[in-house]
């Protein structure tokens, strides 16, 4: 991979490391969380889930704001303000003691992500699409790389949060503010002041815009139905775990092996994919590999497997999930570009995440009810949602784009 940055523009290279640090801050402080909810501060099961969804509501329901905001001022400010409030956020979450200091906390950091990951999204999204044409360097390796680097900081992030873990979860919250004091002073520097695509415009249109074609509603659709599987490595795979093994503690390790692989193998898989596939193919070829991991599991049900064997169909779904996930995450993000108007492209990578999250929150409820029962029907559901997904991606014309 660093040979990859390397031979990036010195702009892309800032962006891809900011991804990297954005994400080490981020996980050096999430997975310790819930436990430091539950048993610093005494509470309660289902308070610890809500301050948690509030959390995932206030950071992925956002992101359209954030992309919204980019593109009326320019990405510059609304990534430093993003920076500003997760400094904020976590310094307050570090003192935080009460209930409702807590809530405040954590919707302060989720907001902050709201506005400076689609920041950074869209212009990674818009030099890399610059890249291509002046290198023919596909678009999809460079996304590619940025999606590595956050991996690479979901990897590392709780690695330094447990070397602090030992001096308290404050130190913890602070050492994650420090990354991002670091982050904010990199781009207050390096990152260069751009007018926003349509400062001068007024307010409105940019929805229809995004809904003129059909296009694009069908790619947040198609990677929604991702997401929905992939959060099922949260609900239905600790449940699976825990039926082979008797516990989750073998959980951390398929984890890590899905960001191992995402760090070792995305970029010669993108390699492979823009050589041999186009960004239409590689989403609808990436949903078939993750629906394929499901209906290993359904498959394996019957053998009743336990112990280390029993972990089996669980690892070969977490490989599956990653392998799918390497091939139409950056092609899902590739295409944007080419569906909507250049103007509104902060918008629409925001969108991209806050459909994908309402998508996320109906599917996640309605396969829950599911969860309890297990067994081949689960899976073959679960299998069902991602190849769903393929078939609505298969819907995308060649070379369709933004008109307007």
């Known amino acids: 991979m660093f040979r990859e940055v390397r031979g990036l ?44 969804g509030l959390r995932t509501f206030s950071q992925q329901g956002l992101f359209v704001v954030g992309g919204a905001l980019t593109d009326r001022y320019g990405p510059r400010p609304v990534v430093l303000v993003g920076c500003v409030l997760r400094i904020a956020g976590f310094g307050w979450l570090a003192f935080a003691e009460e209930t409702a200091t807590v809530v405040g906390a954590v919707l302060l950091i989720g907001f902050a992500a709201a506005l400076f990951s689609p920041a950074v999204e869209s212009e990674t999204a818009r030099e ?23 991996q690479a900081g979901a990897f590392l992030g709780p690695l330094l949060g447990s070397l602090l873990l030992g001096a308290g979860f404050r130190a913890v919250c602070l050492a994650g503010a420090a990354v991002f004091v670091a982050v904010l002073a990199g781009h207050w520097r390096l990152m260069p002041a751009r007018e926003g695509a349509h400062e001068r415009e007024h307010r409105r249109g940019g929805v229809r815009a995004l809904l ?37 503690a073998a959980l951390g390790w398929l984890f890590a092996l899905s960001s191992l692989l995402v760090v070792s193998v995305q970029l010669p898989v993108t390699r492979w994919a823009g050589r ?51 091939l139409l995450v950056p092609a899902a993000r590739a295409l ?12 629409a990578m925001g969108a991209l995440s806050s459909v994908s999250g309402l998508v996320v929150l ?40 933004a008109t307007g």
């Not at 890399?128 to 956050?150: D, I, K, N, Y």
């Not at 944007?336 to 918008?347: F, I, S």
């Not at 599917?363 to 599911?370: E, F, N, Y």
Request: proline letters at 4%.
């Open 276 to 326: 041999r596939l186009g960004l239409r193919t590689a989403l609808v070829s990436g949903l078939c590999v993750v629906g394929a991991g499901f209906l290993g599991v359904a498959a394996s049900v019957p053998l009743r497997l336990t112990g280390a064997a029993g972990l089996l169909p669980g690892a070969f779904l977490v490989v599956a999930v990653t392998l799918g996930q390497m």
């Open 128 to 150: 890399a699409v610059r890249f291509e044409a002046a290198t023919g360097t596909p678009r999809a390796q460079v996304l590619a790389v940025f999606s590595a680097a956050g």
């Open 212 to 248: 003129a074609g059909p296009g694009f509603a069908v790619v947040c659709l198609a990677y929604g139905s991702y997401l929905v599987a992939y959060n099922q490595l949260y609900l239905s795979l600790p449940a699976e775990v825990e039926r082979a093994t008797g516990s989750q």
């Open 9 to 52: 523009p010195a702009y892309l290279r800032l962006l891809v490391g900011t991804q990297l640090a954005f994400n080490v801050g981020f996980f050096a402080v999430l997975p310790y969380l819930a436990q430091h909810l539950g048993t610093a501060l005494g509470m309660a099961g289902w308070a610890v889930g809500f301050v948690l």
């Open 362 to 401: 109906v599917g996640s409820s309605a396969t829950g009810t599911l969860t309890a029962g297990g067994g081949v029907v689960l899976w073959s559901v679960l299998a069902a949602v991602p190849l769903a997904g393929a078939l609505l991606a298969r819907c995308l014309r060649h070379g369709e784009r």
């Open 336 to 347: 944007v570009p080419d569906l909507v108007d250049d103007r509104h492209l902060g918008l």
